[in-house]
């Protein structure tokens, strides 16, 4: 939710503010902002709309600055206009603030500020920011933020700067991620890592509490009660061409056929074939914990959550510990019995979701065992958490999650089979070949991505469909969620996803020649099932796609339709599908938000990372 960027140093700042805004563009897209300083000036400009609105009109009209600060919003208080575009500036116009979060007390703060004089122009929260700072400012920005931030009752990542403060940010954090990058003789502040890869990877991460006082050559940071503390340079192995789209036409494609990679490097060394083991003691102090655990509880939201969804099959299955799946956003709103003995996974990509985050908080202030699955080291959650699993997917930029999730799925086989060792439920040799089946996978997705052709003319045909229905069994029924995620979330058609069994208690109803459904069949013991709900809408007029492991048998035989269609995936253990069955499903929805003109990458109303509640 919303794109902070500094910069302190003697370069274009306007250059490397948009560059920079333009990678964090994944975070909130419905308009930008910059404020820049020049011999004393101070100059703002803002657009609504994506951020080529307001580059085309810095093209226009440059403005000049070696110093500011920019932000790229996704509206939280107040329409998406350029009035309420970030950066806001206090009554005297010398002080600019950028904001992610949201500030609870903002009314209450508004109507004080009022009543002493200052007067509002917007209808957002982070103005009050401005006026705030203005009303404690005696001479030093920092001391300023550092009075007027206990105030404050929220969450906040922000960046503020005063006109007649020369090459000084002051960055503060409290909840969403703020990064400060480290280059010769310049400083950046940014919400994320991947915005400024182009010029450094070396960042301090700031923390809860930490107010930042950033110049050219040096970064000052203290607690709000002044305090001094230390945050040592961190050297983060992600590097520029990651975040580019490398000759892809969006980075959602990109990142779909970088799976069959970044499943590999998730897998890397965390087994031993040899001795049918999995190797995990990157989990720290949290390993020893795995072996009292009576059972597991998985938290996460959206594609995550359908991640957890698999990981509650293969947790119960391998390990035999029953595992439950929580939405972040429900998990705290009732009372969640769990304590010592559980073992709370929360799975994020970003490890800055406000809900996922909350629900761990709370998982663990009740004395559960908080392990995180993240793509994203020194993220909030992994900083929260006992012990991480990193994915190591790379940074994902399209707003649609999908080489995230195929390496949560990776992370969560790993610690089902490291479960299901520790409490003897697996033998070596019976690992050994759960292993061995799994690190077949990368090469089998590859085959699997080989064959969108089918899919691009398959959503040719599909021009006309509004509704889908998406249909799985087993370890395969969150495949089906995530498939009608994936293509509402791009496309904006209305998919739903179905336990295939449950079918026939409602969903039947939809079904005509109008809906597509979509049925997963893989090889596997629930085969037969499938097809007898296949012949179920087939026996209704409808249409079948089905994604299934060849094109012949009962399945070829039953869907000879013209209007239905096999996408095949490589056959495998059935365990290990998910990784495949998925790969069709990202594909169709690609496809089809393309061919209706979708802005694949940035979908409407969307943000990357939900920093809100
Ligand atoms: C869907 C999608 C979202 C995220 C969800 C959780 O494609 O990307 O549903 O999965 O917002 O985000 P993380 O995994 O960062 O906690």
């Not at 007067?119 to 401005?130: C, G, I, K, P, S």
């Not at 997963?520 to 296949?534: F, I, Q, R, T």
Request: net charge negative.
């Amino acid at each position: 939710m919303c794109g902070i960027v500094g910069y302190v140093g003697g370069r274009d700042a306007v250059a490397l503010i948009l560059d920079g805004l333009r990678r964090l563009e994944y975070r909130g897209y419905d308009s930008a902002g910059v404020a820049v300083v020049s011999g004393g000036s101070l100059q703002r400009r803002r657009a609504a709309g994506k951020l080529e609105r307001l580059a085309a009109s810095l093209a226009d009209e440059p403005l000049d600055g070696d110093w500011g600060i920019g932000h790229t919003r996704w509206a939280t208080h107040g329409q998406p206009t350029e009035e309420n575009a970030h950066p806001h500036q206090d009554c005297t116009g010398r002080i600019v603030v950028v904001h992610n979060g949201i500030i609870e007390n903002h009314l209450e703060l508004k109507a004080r500020l009022a009543a002493a004089g200052h007067r509002f122009v917007t209808q957002t929260d982070t103005e009050v920011l401005a006026h705030l700072i203005e009303s404690e400012y005696e001479g030093s920005l920092e001391q300023a933020a550092a009075r007027a931030l206990p105030m404050v009752r929220g969450v906040y990542a922000l960046v503020l700067l005063h006109r007649d403060e020369p090459q000084t940010l002051v960055a503060a954090r409290m909840g969403p991620p703020l990064v400060v990058g480290l280059s010769d003789g310049e400083r950046f502040v940014a919400s994320d890592v991947p915005a400024l890869l182009h010029h450094t990877r070396d960042f301090l991460f700031l923390e809860d509490g930490d107010v930042a006082t950033v110049r050219p050559d040096r970064v000052e940071v203290r607690t709000l009660a002044g305090a001094t503390v230390t945050r040592s340079p961190q050297h983060v192995a992600w590097d520029a061409v990651q975040a580019e789209k490398g000759g892809y036409r969006h980075f959602m494609l990109k990142e779909i056929h970088e799976q069959p990679r970044s499943v590999r490097d998730t897998l890397a060394g965390r087994f031993s074939l040899e001795d049918g083991e999995v190797l995990l003691e990157e989990l720290g102090p949290a390993a020893a914990g795995l072996l009292e655990a009576s059972r597991i509880v998985l938290l996460a939201c959206g594609t995550s959550w359908h991640a957890a969804l698999v990981g509650k099959f293969l947790i119960e299955e391998l390990a035999g510990l029953p595992a439950e799946v929580d939405y972040g956003s429900e998990f705290r709103y009732r009372t969640p019995l769990v304590g010592p003995g559980t073992v709370v996974v929360a799975i994020s990509q970003s490890g800055e979701t406000a809900d996922t985050l909350a629900a761990f908080r709370e998982a663990k202030s009740r004395g559960a065992l908080p392990v995180a699955i993240c793509n994203v080291r020194g993220s909030m959650l992994t900083r929260e958490a006992e012990g991480s699993l990193l994915t190591h997917a790379g940074p994902e930029i399209g707003v649609a999650s999908t080489k995230a999730f195929t390496a949560q799925l990776v992370a969560l086989a790993l610690l089902a089979l490291h479960l299901g060792r520790l409490r003897g439920r697996l033998s070596p040799e019976k690992c050994r070949a759960h292993l061995s089946e799994l690190t077949r996978i990368p090469h089998l997705m590859e085959q699997a991505l080989h064959r969108e052709d089918a899919i691009e003319s398959l959503a040719g045909s599909l021009t006309r469909a509004t509704d889908y229905l998406y249909l799985g069994r087993g370890v395969n029924y969150p495949i089906a969620l995530e498939g009608a995620l994936k293509l509402k979330e791009i496309s904006y058609a209305h998919a739903e996803g179905y336990p295939a069994g449950e079918m026939k208690h409602g969903p039947i109803a939809l079904v005509d020649d109008t809906l597509p459904v979509v049925a997963l069949c893989p090889d596997g013991g629930v085969y037969e099932k499938m097809l007898s709900n296949v012949q179920e809408v087939k026996a209704r007029g409808g249409r079948v796609i089905a994604v299934a492991s060849s094109e012949g048998g009962e399945l070829g035989a039953l869907l000879q339709g013209s209007d239905d269609m096999i996408l095949t995936v490589p056959s495998c253990a059935e365990l290990w599908s998910p990784f495949l069955t998925v790969l069709p499903l990202q594909m169709l929805a690609y496809h089809v938000a393309l061919r209706a003109g979708r802005d694949v990458d940035q979908p409407r109303n969307l943000a990357k990372s939900v920093t809100v509640e």
